[in-house]
Nanobody, 126 residues
Framework: QVHVVESGGGLVQAGGSLRLSCTVS????????MGWFRQVSGKEREFVAA????????YYTDSVKGRFTISRDNAKNTVYLQMNSLKPEDTAHYYC???????????????????WGQGTQVTVSS
């Protein structure tokens, strides 16, 4: 059983910063692609950022490029999302997810991620 646990959400003013953390149980973390997604009630889950198993390659949705940074520490089974210059439109429930290798990695496709955490709420006030 793989467990995914996020932390670090909260309430912040526009222009502020937050760092989300996500810890994954088990011995296979360094083989997982990791992704962050977000969802607002009544809307579809949205891709935010993803990182390759080695940490060398990262992907971002256009709206967060230059503001968010995804990183990982394979020794700690943890992936991070540093969020700077936050905007009210970044308000959402943020989810961390792990994708195991199945011939390829599909970083932006939430349906390819097998393991999900419960998420953490990020609220940005104007």
């Amino acid at each position: 059983q793989v467990h995914v646990v996020e932390s670090g959400g909260g309430l912040v003013q526009a222009g502020g910063s937050l760092r989300l953390s996500c810890t994954v149980s088990g011995r296979s973390f360094n083989t997982y692609a990791m992704g962050w997604f977000r969802q607002v009630s009544g809307k579809e889950r949205e891709f935010v950022a993803a990182i390759s198993p080695s940490g060398v390659t990262t992907y971002y949705t256009d709206s967060v490029k230059g503001r968010f940074t995804i990183s990982r520490d394979n020794a700690k089974n943890t992936v991070y999302l540093q969020m700077n210059s936050l905007k009210p439109e970044d308000t959402a429930h943020y989810y961390c997810a792990a994708q195991y290798y199945s011939g390829n990695y599909y970083y932006q496709d939430y349906q390819r991620y097998a393991y999900w955490g419960q998420g953490t709420q990020v609220t940005v006030s104007s």
